[in-house]
């Protein structure tokens, strides 16, 4: 899609000193931060959705408590955005693997390298390096595809259930 430049058309070509706060319908929109807090609990939910609550650390199934059940990273959050939203950094985990035992690392890194080839952890390593910064567009694509993966389970459980 291509981008809509606004023009208030000013005479001459002189930018008036108003020119920067003029917003495309986007920019009108949240701000990175509210995008982020929008798509985070959307994210959380498919991870824990395609891992079918169960912990991936330890095995636990918490379909019976599935507020127990944590979106939990191999790489924190706190190590930037790059891998923030990346479905191999994210998977379902209990309180006790998530918290307690930080994420239960050793645990997760052979699983990664089961689930995703021995170069899986080296890569997360260089992609972690990356000083991702979203745009708004990238959020709210995210939020898109994501609120579409996480109806699209619950339209095949609802279907499951029926049979
Ligand atoms: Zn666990």
Known sequence: MKDKIVRNGSPEGKKP????????????????????????????????????????????????????????????????????????????QCFVCNNMRRGNLYEYAIRLERDYGPGILQELDEIKKDLKKF???ELEEMIELYQGKVRDFE???QAEELF
Not at 62 to 86: E, T
Request: glycine share 4%.
């Open 155 to 157: 339209v095949c459980r």
């Open 17 to 92: 000193a108003k020119a920067k706060k003029v917003s495309t319908k986007l920019e009108k929109g949240k701000s990175i931060k509210e995008l982020k807090a929008k798509l985070w609990p959307i994210f959380s939910k498919f991870i824990r959705l395609r891992d079918n609550y169960t912990c991936y650390t330890c095995g636990k199934v918490m379909l019976d408590n599935k507020s127990s059940c944590h979106a939990g990273h191999y790489v924190p959050q706190s190590k930037g955005n790059a891998l923030r939203y990346d479905e191999r950094n994210v998977h379902a």
């Open 135 to 137: 745009a708004r567009w």
